[in-house]
């Protein structure tokens, strides 16, 4: 049987057809995911700030620390406030339907009470290696003062709930009706992709990681409980990091634990 000859007018008309069918929900989160990050990573990032203003804010000693501030409050732009328009203006749908909401709170604080329980003598343990050492926290110069630190920390915060939001919010709960849990795996891999160049452990982490967190947004039906657990592990991880800098002990013994007490006291 002879195979239609290639017509672009038929092919622009099939292609017409196609999209009409498509859920038009689904289609905006994917687009809008792909042109957020595309703005963040150009626009609202510490390469943005580092080629573009950094030299105007050179007499200030803070400076490095500034340039987090830029990146924390601009990807607060990019991945709560415009995602939260686009579900209020286009989607005409409430921020509780994708996870701002206290959910099942109950089984969020068991839930997230476990993963701690877990997750800090795990942090505990990796904090010794050097590549952790050396890499957290992200700003040096948080190790040196305790005022940098928790402006840092308070920046990070900010940037995690919008991290938390644009993937265990707007991405899962704006595909959850189409995928169902799939969806949970769907917004598993940007956020595990956006890991890469962080240690390997941490890397590979994400993946259990991402989709844990999914389950977790699904189960509870609201992000606060991820925030939590992401954050409470990131600000474990710099605690830690910097209290073994200041004690300059990276034992996993008691001793070197009593030691870094003996430090904060």
């Known amino acids: 049987m002879e195979k239609p000859s290639f017509k672009f007018k038929n092919e622009l008309k099939n292609l017409s057809n196609i999209v009409k069918t498509l859920d038009k929900k689904v289609v905006i989160v994917f687009i809008s995911i792909a ?17 573009n203003l950094f030299q105007y804010f050179l007499k200030n000693e803070d400076v490095f620390l500034i340039e987090y501030i830029y990146w924390f409050l601009g990807d607060f732009i990019s991945y709560f406030i415009i995602p939260a328009l686009i579900i209020k203006i286009l989607f005409k749908e409430s921020l ?33 290696l050097p590549e952790f ?34 993937w265990r919010g707007f991405m899962l709960f704006g595909l959850k009706e189409k995928f169902g849990y799939y969806a949970v795996l769907v917004q598993m891999i940007p956020f595990l992709i956006l890991h890469n160049g962080k240690p390997a452990p941490e ?56 030691n870094i007490i003996k430090g904060i006291l």
């Open 96 to 128: 509780k339907d994708y996870g701002i909401s206290l959910g099942d709170y109950k089984t969020g604080i068991k839930i997230t009470g476990i993963f701690l329980l877990i997750m800090i003598p795990l942090i505990w343990i990796v904090s010794s």
């Open 203 to 258: 890397t590979f982490g994400a993946i259990i990681a991402g989709i844990a967190l999914g389950i977790l947004a699904l189960r509870t039906n609201s992000i606060l409980y991820c925030l939590i657990t992401h954050m409470s592990v990131m600000f474990s991880i710099d605690l830690i990091s910097v209290l073994r800098f200041k004690a300059n002990d990276y034992g996993l013994g008691i001793n070197s634990l009593l």
């Open 35 to 51: 042109v957020l990050q595309t703005i963040s990573y150009y626009y609202t990032s510490r390469r943005f700030f580092r080629l």
């Open 133 to 166: 050492n050396q890499t957290y926290p992200h700003l040096p110069s948080a190790k040196n003062s305790w005022r940098i630190f928790f402006l840092f920390e308070t920046g990070m915060l900010i940037y995690m709930f919008s991290w938390e939001f644009v």
